[in-house]
């Protein structure tokens, strides 16, 4: 019978990681894909969805590890006391300051931090709670983990994907690639259960994503797949002529592709 307790699940996960098939992603490729993800997300349930989950405080200070263009630190910032927003991408933290002016919020600090940083250096001081949303692809899971922790005096909250998560894996059979999508949310429950953490779950369902045009469909189904030989963009675009369709004006694909996403929370004892 095998414990739970004996395996190093932060050993595990960082070899399930190192077997995905998905892109590299570092700040220069998200500050490119920044204006197409701000639009986008705004678009789905997710937001509205973690919010509910959350239930936040109005006394509550936030701090949002990840925070991309503000996909949850705009919602917070209208229902709590302060928001600190911290992402590697000067882009998405671009978009955020000006979504803030727009909607006039005034009470979201952003700085410019990854999860390798010094936070303390960086200037991210003790919050209320701690969100770690769809941020957590890191090397070391354990260290992650501690960081976003100790950074929180109440609650931690973090999201991540359930088997495929947004990845779509008709296409990546229709171009003849494998697609792993490395470690998800169990191995972040696991090691949190290991580390003396005894989590709560709930899960966010997000159905078939619409897009306002063609382009920004096809931007994110090729962002997904990265780099593609000549022989794969002739099956993916085969793909798309079978599959990709225009409907009330909104541009999807006539198969129906379910995400799910993890939200994975504790209080601070």
């Known amino acids: 019978m095998i414990d739970i307790q004996t395996i190093d699940w932060n050993e595990v996960w960082k070899e399930k990681k190192a077997t995905r098939s998905s892109p590299v992603r570092d700040s ?56 600190t927003a911290a992402d590697f991408s000067d882009t998405m933290l671009d978009i955020l300051r000006k979504q803030c002016d ?98 709560n779950i709930d899960f966010i369902t997000e159905k078939n994503r619409i897009y306002k045009n063609c382009y920004q469909l096809v931007e994110s189904m090729q962002w997904m797949l990265g780099d593609m030989t000549l022989e794969e963009e002739e099956k993916f675009n085969d793909h798309l002529d079978k599959h990709l369709v225009c409907k009330a004006g909104w541009w999807m694909l006539d198969y129906e592709k379910e995400t799910r996403w993890a939200v994975i929370w504790w209080d601070k004892n």
């Not at 239930?55 to 302060?82: E, I, R, Y």
């Not at 950074?151 to 088997?163: H, L």
């Open 102 to 199: 727009k909607l006039k919020i005034s009470n979201v600090k952003t700085i410019k931090a990854s999860w390798e940083d010094d936070w303390s250096g960086a200037g991210i001081e003790l919050h209320d709670v701690a969100i770690a949303s769809r941020s957590l692809v890191v090397d070391d899971l354990r260290s992650a983990i501690m960081k976003v922790n100790g950074i929180a005096r109440k609650r931690v909250y973090i999201s991540t994907i359930v088997d495929d998560g947004p990845y779509d894996r008709q296409v990546f059979d229709a171009i003849g690639r494998e697609l792993n999508m490395g470690p998800d949310y169990i191995y972040n429950y696991n090691l949190l259960y290991q580390m003396g953490i005894r989590a």
């Open 28 to 83: 220069t490729i998200w500050n490119k894909r920044a204006p197409s993800f701000a639009e986008n997300s705004a678009k789905t349930v997710y937001a509205e969805a973690f919010v509910k989950i959350v239930n936040p405080k109005q006394s509550w200070t936030v701090f949002d590890m990840g925070c991309g263009a503000g996909t949850l630190a705009t919602p917070f910032a209208k229902l709590c006391k302060a928001v």
